[in-house]
């Protein structure tokens, strides 16, 4: 079946230590995105990648950093300048950005990391 | 900027009824979409319905109908004959035609049915 995947499901991870998120997607889409999510609120846009090899800083990415060497994989490093890192993480794809504004995002079932 | 706004934290209504969840938008784009997203306590995010700016009719998709008022710049979503498994966060977002391509996110609704 084609969608995305997102691994671990739950994290924890220690003050002061680094942490990467997987996302990995089969739907052959050229952008992928990462929002955060804290308790009883709407998801910010940490970065996102219109296509492989570029990627661009959305509205928190202080604290994270990404890479996007193949088209379907888009993962997360949560790094310790991270201050607050404890958060649901959720992974999203979209396919063609040739500038339309209907293509939906699909996401992933998300990453409850945890900071202890 | 992009901005949505979702002004009820917080949603009641009973088991086969209708029920509308607000959103309004801000954009200085002509052409953008709007989203309807579901987000169940499992956590996963689930597209509802989609409105194009220049969609002349309101969007539908079997119980689930978008109230769209251009001029007022809203887009409201309906549910129609609630039913328990509708309990869940609901979010707004919208994508314009320049600059970002991601979404931008309202805060949510929480609507619980009841029996």
């Known amino acids: 079946d084609g969608g995305i995947t997102q691994s671990p499901k739950y994290l924890f991870r220690k003050e002061g230590q680094n942490v990467t998120l997987s996302c990995e997607q089969n739907?052959?889409?050229?952008?992928m995105y990462w929002y955060r999510q804290d308790p009883g609120q709407g998801l910010r846009l940490i970065y996102y990648?219109?296509?492989?090899?570029?990627?661009q800083k959305g509205d928190i990415a202080e604290g994270y950093s990404v890479s996007r060497e193949k088209k379907e994989s888009f993962p997360l490093t949560v790094t310790s300048a991270q201050k607050n890192p404890t958060a649901f993480y959720l992974c999203?794809?979209?396919?063609?950005?040739?500038?339309?504004?209907?293509?939906?995002?699909?996401f992933g079932p998300g990453t409850r990391l945890t900071v202890l | 900027a992009q901005k949505i706004t979702q002004t009820q934290p917080g949603m009641f209504v009973q088991e086969k009824e209708a029920v509308t969840l607000d959103c309004t938008y801000d954009t200085s784009d002509q052409s953008y979409g709007l989203f309807w997203y579901k987000q169940p306590s499992s956590g996963e995010m689930i597209f509802l319905i989609y409105?194009?700016?220049?969609?002349?009719q309101n969007a539908t998709e079997g119980r689930y109908s978008l109230n769209f008022q251009k001029a007022r710049k809203s887009a409201n979503l309906v549910i129609s004959a609630s039913q328990l498994g509708d309990s869940a966060m609901y979010f707004c977002a919208m994508r314009g035609r320049k600059g970002r391509r991601a979404l931008t996110f309202g805060s949510g609704t929480r609507l619980q049915v009841q029996p």
């Open positions: 739907l052959n889409h050229d952008a």
């Open positions: 990648s219109q296509i492989v090899n570029d990627f």
């Open positions: 999203a794809s979209s396919p063609n950005l040739s500038g339309g504004v209907s293509n939906e995002q699909f």
């Open positions: 409105q194009g700016s220049y969609d002349e």
